[in-house]
């Protein structure tokens, strides 16, 4: 069965650092694979999507995610973080042969300002 | 419409009553999703449409729950018999098929 794993369920770090949310996820086949964002008292909001092509993928607000194949991993990045990027991410994916999407548990992250 | 409707915002439901939850998929999308989202949880899988028909309802955690699309935009969700259990947010989302799904606002149940 299709799994996704999010390695940190909670991230504090100061604003201007440097950010990586891990995600890996269990599927032998094709994949396309998603990190969500959700702002508090809003809806989950596309941040950026993979589906073929070059592995790093740029999102909205400077956000970016690296596809490794090898290690079935989608982790999100962004070099210098802001408050208002205090949200839970998400990450999910669907199979090629299927519709649903498999969510990770997601990532509270809470940036001091 | 530019986004996914979900009417309403907030349920707030004695237990054992029946709720209906609206989702209004932008226009176009044929495909419809529901999903339920605890707190602290990823969002959980509940049926699949595509169309008017349902494709997939496997996630419907058991028979008082049922959802609807007579026209192939719509939907709505029901509970009957509502549990404690039941109370989270109730997620819809549409897709085209070619891009990523979008979400609406959700519906947040609670029982009581």
């Known amino acids: 069965a299709q799994s996704v794993s999010q390695h940190n369920h909670h991230v504090i770090l100061s604003e201007a650092a440097s950010l990586e949310l891990g995600c890996n996820y269990s599927y032998g086949g094709t994949v396309n694979l998603f990190w969500y964002v959700q702002y508090p008292g809003q809806h989950l909001q596309l941040l950026l999507k993979?589906?073929?092509?070059d592995p790093l993928v740029k999102g909205i607000k400077g956000f970016e995610a690296e596809f490794i194949k090898s290690k079935f991993s989608f982790n999100l990045r962004k070099p210098s973080v802001q408050w208002s990027d205090t949200a839970e991410y998400f990450c999910a994916v669907k199979g090629d042969s299927n519709y649903q999407l498999i969510w990770g548990a997601g990532t509270k992250l809470i940036i001091k300002p | 419409g530019a986004g996914v409707s979900q009417t309403p915002s907030n349920k707030v439901t004695e237990k054992g009553k029946y709720v209906e939850l609206r989702c209004d998929p932008i226009s176009g999308h044929t495909a419809l999703y529901w999903y339920r989202q605890s707190l602290g949880q990823g969002p959980e899988f509940l049926i699949y449409?595509?169309?008017?028909?349902?494709?997939?309802d496997s996630g419907l955690p058991n028979d008082r729950f049922f959802a609807v699309r007579p026209e192939g935009s719509v939907s709505t969700l029901k509970i009957q018999r509502t549990e404690r259990g039941d109370s989270a947010v109730y997620l819809c989302?549409?897709?085209?098929?070619?891009?990523?799904?979008?979400f609406g606002s959700g519906t947040r149940l609670t029982v009581v």
């Open positions: 993979y589906f073929s092509g």
């Open positions: 989302a549409s897709s085209s098929g070619t891009g990523g799904y979008t």
């Open positions: 449409f595509q169309g008017t028909g349902a494709a997939d």
